[in-house]
């Protein structure tokens, strides 16, 4: 079974691919293939996914291939091998495609529909081969792997190679890696695999480049400075908001302010029957209003009904009082941010009478953005809401990480850098251009725009990129060599030729699709007719076109596949799947001289075309490309702890001298003669209530001690309040910075010097910004990032390690335990400069260690010229995840 997938990929390609076979082991279906090639040429990606499996029972059983695909990614083929001969998918429009469908259900054939399945969740694949080609004329500056599956052991079977403009990522494991344990040798390892990229820019009108008659140019200027903005916030704070959404939307939203620049004005609307505002106009970004929004935020709660209308007319009534009263920046923008989860059911409740209302009153003034929380919500609504007013409408799923999913779409519209941005081309040079005006350009986004041109093209062609920025008229130029640009194309082997054609094709498709929204009924016979014509001609299923796969006389069955649409209950990709009957002892897929062995085997070939992610007239930079394979994950049962058994806090070496106290009060101690209790063992005697012992608490950082190979240092700042400079070391490029409040930090900061990458963590979540772009992880999910010069690891006890070669290991934790709050840990402290500072860098830097008499458990830490006595004594050990281990060190109190 092989799956096509022709992208674009300037921010995300993730391609999750999957072999769905119900309890496929049991059923004797055996995957034993599974391959993804990706050939990414300027942004633009070719995936192939083929997977081949076995039926190895007697008798007929029902295997399911299922595809998640990006929501804008296109499908362009979809095919069976069946004993050598492949039977491919052909595009059909709908109408067409059902009544084949049909027809082959009425005959009494064996017949399948390919859809959206929802929220299934496919067994354990095999894990695939990976081979990834990127090539970029404009040169490749940033390559990352990200994944959240590969262990140390596994990142062997991954290899990364990269030159100027070409990169090439493989990744081959064996069946024993792909195993979780040898004990589990019929459960894959699952994941997600993301190749993260960027390339060269200029401060000029961007690349123009050239294949086979067409361009494209991707416009994406250096060195703008970020526009004041003006921003409403409306919040839905209905009924059906209760519980973890409005939980998580006022955690999200604490965050968002945090965010807010001091140039930026601001307010919020929360509303539920009826609309309130937070203040009466937009206020400044200041430290105080936005410490006091954040205090307003955080008491929000859940009741009533939906007033949408309402609550935007007020919106747009707070930024026109604020734009009259001359209270706005000039040359500022203006943004409404609308976050709803249901349909309206208070006041005007009709959503085209609404959309109009809104459009009427914003009249072109502001874009809105619509975030549609859930699938209680109508996204058609609220999609036309959006792109009538120039903004964009996104879904936010109901995850555990809903509020990071609100927080990364603030970041895409928080730094506004150019509006009214036009692209300009000589008339007699290009035809058949795409999209040439845009409201907005952000930071960390990407325009484009494709063309033909016309006859035998010009020698050279040129553009002008005109945009406005705090009032100001910016052009920019730049010009491209023709020939030279279609000879870049003509040479390398290992991509996917006249990709350029298809990617205008795809572009002209989804920005066809985008007016349908909002086009008048007289408009829209054109404008479908006009992007059917394209689907079909270019073999993309969109939501006008099906693809139907029939199988020969006697085997009959046809397969339909359809681009799902955004109100189906789907999640962030869109599920293709197909359901086979596998005949035993007939070969399926069997190519050539491939050996039949054990059953029948089938190959199906399928490919999905042109993803370009949802863009705010624009696309982030980033561009990732990968596969997630979903497994069935097993259940951890039990407390291994189990009742009635004694608690052991820790092991008593077996050379030391103990005594055993008699048990008058019903327990046990095993107790050191003289000084510090090493160990106590305790259970409780029959028909007694034993005392529950102290927990151990963790410290708030782990530290090697200098001189010192047996026992570590534990750090506890108890007088240290706001503000921490725990660590600095400018020769490793390294700062870590913390906010201590009350007895645990609130957040940790890590920021390298090179590569450019800052790491923030609070209790809640990891945030991770390197270059324009910032991505949000969750503690304990799986995390394995490799980058020039550093590599990040989580697995899934939450401990993340930052590591780089010949440099300082740092580890962070969001510790669940005893004195829950986060922790952090330092490794290979040997490779400090004599340049280290900090709370923490200062045990690095001339100390002089003094330990008084073992049996006393004291010493004392002479750090410049400043005596801390140290305290021998127990401590949770969290350097390997928790639960955490006894250990015995020397404790300090900063």
């Known amino acids: 079974m092989k799956t096509r997938t022709c992208s674009l990929l300037p921010v995300l390609l993730v391609l999750l691919a999957a072999l769905q076979a119900a309890s496929a082991q049991k059923n004797g279906i055996d995957i034993y293939s599974l391959t993804v ?20 029972a007697d008798t007929v059983q029902e295997a399911t291939f299922q595809m998640e695909l990006p929501k804008r990614a296109f499908i362009t083929n979809f095919s069976m091998t069946i004993d050598g001969v492949t039977y491919p998918g052909n595009i059909k429009d709908k109408a067409a495609a059902q009544e084949q469908y049909s027809a082959a259900v009425s005959r009494g054939q064996s017949a399948g529909l390919v859809k959206s399945p929802g929220h299934e969740d496919p067994a354990a694949p095999a894990l695939p081969q990976m081979d990834i080609h990127i090539f970029e004329p404009q040169g490749i500056r940033l390559l990352e792997t990200e994944s959240t599956f590969l262990t140390n052991e596994l990142a062997e079977a991954l290899t990364t190679t990269q030159s100027d403009t070409k990169a090439h990522i493989l990744f081959k494991p064996t069946l024993a890696q792909q195993q979780k344990s040898p004990e589990q040798q019929e459960t894959a390892l699952d994941g997600s695999f993301i190749v993260h990229y960027d390339v060269n820019r200029t401060l000029s009108g961007g690349s123009i480049q050239v294949e086979n008659g067409y361009f494209v140019h991707y416009f994406a200027p250096e060195g703008l400075t970020a526009m004041a903005k003006n921003v409403v916030f409306v919040i839905d704070k209905s009924g059906s908001m209760s519980g973890r959404k409005i939980q998580q939307t006022r955690e999200a ?114 874009s809105l953005f619509c975030l549609g929380f859930g699938f209680d919500v109508s996204y058609s609504f609220l999609e036309k809401l959006a792109l009538d007013n120039g903004g964009l409408v996104r879904r936010i799923y109901q995850d555990s990480d809903s509020a990071l999913q609100l927080q990364d779409f603030y970041q895409e519209v928080a730094n506004p850098l150019l509006t009214s941005v036009a692209f300009e081309y000589p008339g007699s040079a290009v035809e058949m251009v795409t999209r040439e005006n845009f409201r907005l350009f952000f930071k960390g986004s990407e325009m484009v725009v494709a063309g033909k041109l016309r006859g035998q093209g010009p020698a050279v062609l040129s553009a002008q990129v005109t945009g406005r920025v705090h009032k100001q008229n910016f052009t920019f130029q730049t010009e491209s060599n023709v020939a030279q640009e279609e000879e870049t194309f003509r040479g390398p082997k290992y991509i996917f030729h006249s990709f350029m054609e298809r990617l205008w094709a795809y572009l002209t498709i989804q920005q066809l699709l985008e007016d349908l929204v909002s086009a008048s009924d007289a408009e829209r016979p054109a404008l479908e007719q006009k992007a059917l014509n394209l689907s079909l001609h270019y073999s993309f299923v969109t939501p006008l076109t099906s693809m139907v796969v029939t199988k020969p006389e006697g085997q009959e069955q046809s397969q339909v596949a359809e681009k799902p649409k955004e109100d189906e209950d789907n999640r962030h990709m869109h599920h293709f799947y197909s359901r086979l009957h596998l005949v035993p002892g007939s070969a399926l897929g069997a190519g050539p001289g491939q050996a039949q062995r054990g059953g029948s085997r089938f190959r199906v070939k399928g490919s999905a075309g042109g993803h370009y992610p949802e863009t705010l007239s624009a696309v982030r930079t980033r561009k990732k490309v990968g596969w997630r394979v979903f497994a069935g994950l097993p259940t951890m049962s039990g407390d291994p702890r189990l009742p009635g058994a004694a608690v052991v806090l820790a092991a008593e070496p077996p050379d030391m001298d103990t005594l055993r106290v008699p048990d008058y009060f019903g327990l046990s101690s095993l107790i050191k003669p003289s000084g510090l209790p090493r160990s106590v063992s305790v259970s409780a005697s029959p028909g007694a209530e034993a005392p529950t012992p102290a927990p151990l608490q963790a410290p708030d950082a782990i530290l090697p001690l200098p001189g010192q190979s047996v026992h570590p240092l534990c750090v506890d700042l108890k007088h240290a309040q706001g503000p921490v400079h725990l660590l600095s070391d400018p020769d490793q490029g390294l700062e870590v910075t913390g906010q201590f409040e009350k007895t645990h930090f609130s957040w940790i900061e890590v920021t390298f010097k090179n590569p450019k990458v800052c790491v923030h963590v609070s209790p809640e979540h990891v945030m991770v910004t390197r270059d324009q772009g910032s991505s949000a992880h969750q503690w304990k999910k799986t995390l394995f990032t490799t980058m020039p010069g550093l590599k990040m690891t989580m697995d899934r006890t939450g401990l993340l390690l930052l590591t780089s070669p010949n440099k300082v290991t740092l580890g962070l934790m969001s510790w669940e335990g005893p004195g829950a709050g986060l922790r952090l840990l330092l490794r290979d402290t040997d490779r400090f400069s004599s340049h280290v500072s900090g709370t923490l860098g200062q045990f690095y830097q001339n100390v002089l260690w003094k330990p008084e008499a073992a049996e006393d458990g004291k010493g004392t830490l002479t750090v410049q010229g400043t005596d801390h006595p140290a305290t021998r004594e127990l401590k949770l050990d969290y350097q390997q995840g928790p639960p955490g281990a006894e250990m015995s060190c020397w404790s300090v109190v900063l």
């Open 37 to 56: 090639d990706s050939k990414v040429s300027s942004r633009f990606a070719h995936t192939v996914i083929t997977s081949r499996v076995v039926n190895k």
């Open 253 to 366: 939203l604490v965050k968002i302010l945090d965010d807010l620049r001091p140039q930026d004005q601001f307010n919020l609307i929360v509303f539920s029957s009826e609309a309130s505002p937070w203040r009466p106009l937009l206020v400044p970004a200041s430290a105080e209003n936005v410490d006091e929004a954040k205090r307003y935020a955080a008491g929000i709660q859940a009741h009533g009904g939906t007033n949408i209308n309402g609550a935007m007319m007020m919106a747009v009534e707070l930024l026109d009082s604020s734009n009259q009263k001359e209270q706005l920046p000039a040359g500022s923008v203006s943004l409404i941010i609308l976050l709803t989860d249901g349909d309206p059911t208070v006041g005007e409740t009709n959503p085209s009478k609404i959309q109009e209302n809104v459009r009427e009153a914003v009249g072109g003034q502001y």
